[in-house]
């Protein structure tokens, strides 16, 4: 290629990304990108794969065939693995004027001036979307499986509702029909008894699926509640669907509070996973739920579906992973390299990290004002850092319960319902039977806050 010296891997991604946003409305996957690098240092799949412990299948078929019809479309000419760097290359020379030296490696903002606040679960395919690496690709392979069972539990706003929610876009485009089910939106009377909770359960399904309500004819007044549930499933809504279902439950927590409805309901999802290993009409039901929480009722092992299954934890985001993000945020690089000390104080939380870069995409604050005032009232997460510390002094059990734990120099031991509690909150780690603050932001925010309401 003539002046190939000029043109490098940082040029041919920020091509690679804009020609594919222009045409889609979408960057460029993270995955896609290591796709992308890895066949511009000229390696292959195989090689590729083993990097970032994905399979090879995944990487050749699922990400890298899709990104070579990405790119054809966008460069308007066949590409593949062998010929993409001179189709780049064309590409550069053609509007060259464009890729200025001191913007290299800066990707263009999604946004175009317009940022949206962070205050709802990022769709999964946003450009905004952080994929966690294996977590998705595991997930997607694993609700295709007869019967499937997958487990995600991480603290509020970690991302769970975005990954159920990508879990059953995928599952759809596979050909599965897909039904979401926050039992946040239950109302308190759905949880008067077993009944009421099974019959609720049932008909929002059904309802879901667009089919006709028909519990009365199913529901059998000498068998018990979860037979009856049961019995409609198998019966009714499943025998209706001619691909198979997926069930996203989302927010099981709020089914915990109610004990014993929570034990049976969780022994009876647990008792149609297993019915998959002997009937075909349950290998078309496959199950995700997503909960803050370990579970902190009494549940028999061999009833609970909390043991079986796959099970997802979500961490936070590294620091790779924040600095792509702050580009689509249109940060300069500058300032992306300064983001460290921004991913150590909140751990990587994805919302507070979405909060912290969506106020410097605005301009609102500088990195330096934004840290320095990160843990008081006037600062960026005054609003959030209130917002627990309210909740916690409507729970005055809890609230000495975070106290311990801010105000000790190592970790300690809580019952296990306040350590569950606090974890679902995301302000403590569980460590082993102890407990820590889960990040800086919280340890200094919290301890002031104590200390100042003694001296009070």
């Known amino acids: 290629m003539n002046s190939g010296s000029e043109f490098n891997w940082q040029l041919a991604e920020k091509i690679a990304d804009a020609v594919v946003f222009k045409k889609t409305g979408k960057h460029l996957s993270d995955i896609e990108v290591k796709v992308l690098q890895g066949s511009w240092e000229g390696k292959s799949y195989q090689e590729i794969a083993e990097m970032y412990s994905y399979q090879e299948s995944y990487i050749n078929k699922d990400v890298g065939n899709k990104l070579w019809k990405k790119l054809s479309k966008?460069?308007?000419?066949q590409v593949s693995k062998n010929n993409?760097?001179?189709?780049?290359?064309?590409e550069w020379e053609r509007t060259r004027q464009q890729w200025v030296v001191g913007d290299v490696g800066r990707r263009e903002s999604v946004t175009n001036g317009k940022i949206e606040f962070p205050d709802k679960p990022v769709q999964w395919d946003s450009p905004f979307y952080v994929e966690r690496y294996r977590v998705e690709s595991e997930c997607y392979e694993e609700v295709l499986c007869p019967g499937a069972l997958i487990r995600?539990?991480?603290?509020?706003?970690m991302g769970k509702t975005s990954l159920l929610n990508g879990i059953l876009a995928q599952a759809a485009l596979a050909g599965c029909y897909k039904v979401h089910l926050n039992l946040r939106g239950a109302e308190a009377q759905a949880?008067?008894?077993?009944?009421?909770?099974?019959?609720?359960?049932s008909a929002n399904v059904s309802l879901a699926l667009e089919q006709e309500l028909r519990l009365d004819d199913y529901w059998e007044k000498n068998s018990g509640s979860m037979q009856n549930c049961k019995r409609y499933f198998q019966k009714y809504i499943l025998p209706k669907l001619d691909h198979p279902l997926v069930l996203g439950l989302d927010n099981v927590?709020?089914?915990?509070?109610?004990?014993?409805?929570?034990?049976d309901f969780l022994a009876m999802l647990r008792n149609w996973h297993e019915e998959a290993n002997q009937f075909d009409i349950w290998q078309s039901f496959r199950l995700v739920m997503a909960n803050s929480t370990e579970v902190y009722i009494k549940l028999d092992a061999n009833q609970s579906p909390f043991n079986v299954g796959l099970p997802i934890r979500l961490p936070g985001f590294t620091l790779e992973q924040v600095q792509n993000l702050a580009r689509l945020y249109g940060l300069a690089e500058?300032?992306?390299g300064q983001l460290a000390e921004l991913r150590d104080l909140v751990g990587g939380h994805p919302f507070l990290v979405q909060l912290a870069l969506y106020k410097l995409g605005r301009r609102d604050v500088t990195l330096r004002e934004l840290l320095r005032d990160a843990a008081t009232q006037g600062g960026i997460y005054g609003s959030h850092l209130r917002h627990h510390w309210h909740n916690l002094q409507n729970q005055p059990v809890l609230a000495t319960a975070m106290e311990r734990v801010v105000m000790?120099?190592?970790?300690?031991k809580l019952e296990p319902i306040l350590a569950y509690k606090l974890e679902s909150m995301g302000l403590v780690e569980l460590v082993g039977d102890e407990v820590m603050v889960s990040c800086d932001?919280?340890?200094?925010?919290?301890?002031?806050s104590f200390r100042t309401k003694e001296q009070i």
């Open 253 to 263: 927590d709020r089914v915990f509070e109610y004990g014993e409805i929570a034990q």
């Open 441 to 448: 932001l919280y340890l200094q925010y919290f301890r002031n």
């Open 152 to 157: 995600i539990r991480a603290p509020e706003n």
């Open 408 to 412: 000790a120099d190592t970790k300690v």
């Open 191 to 201: 949880f008067g008894s077993l009944e009421r909770f099974l019959r609720w359960f």
């Open 84 to 90: 993409f760097q001179r189709a780049l290359f064309r």
């Open 74 to 77: 966008g460069l308007g000419e």
């Open 334 to 336: 500058t300032e992306i």
